[in-house]
């Protein structure tokens, strides 16, 4: 799906003489693979908790410029495409591991940092408060894609 809305964007950017970012992308196989189901109340609604949530990170990270080629950034949006899934569907469920977030929060302090902000939004426009768990995960996938970005930048 991700490949065909490669596809999609590059169609529109050249028929419409657009420059639409490539995040686009991922947000037309969101909809593709929704389609399938034929929700497509669940597939606008995942694409807006979808990318507000990127945006957040965007922008807590100085506008960075996700590389959507990579399988960081990959394995990101389909957890935040599940999350949003499960959360429509109120089908979170999960284990506390409190001991293991506690290890995570401390050595990746920024990517927790964007994690609250995240907390923040879903608390404020959705009245969800994310699991220890929700936050954990996202902690990873945030630290994972800004050390790989960073890494980028080295080469």
Do not use: P, W
């Not at 037309?28 to 990127?54: C, M, P, R, W």
């Not at 220890?132 to 945030?142: F, K, N, R, S, V």
């Amino acid at each position: 799906e991700y490949e065909i809305g490669l596809e999609l964007l590059k169609r529109v950017n050249q028929t419409f003489q657009v420059n639409l970012v490539v995040d686009e992308a991922g947000f037309f196989a969101l909809h593709f693979v929704n389609a399938e189901d034929g929700s497509k109340t669940d597939s606008y609604q995942i694409s807006i908790i979808v990318h507000k949530i990127l945006d957040i990170v965007q922008k807590y990270y100085d506008n960075l410029k996700f590389q959507e080629e990579n399988l960081y950034y990959q394995r990101f949006l389909t957890h935040l495409k599940y999350f949003a899934q499960r959360f429509l569907h109120k089908e979170l469920h999960y284990d506390e591991n409190g001991e293991l977030f506690q290890i995570i929060k401390e050595q990746y302090k920024d990517a927790y940092g964007c994690v609250k902000m995240i907390y923040l939004m879903m608390e404020d426009e959705y009245h969800y408060q994310l699991t220890e768990d929700e936050m954990l995960y996202l902690t990873i996938h945030i630290q994972k894609i800004t050390e790989d970005q960073k890494r980028l930048e080295t080469l």
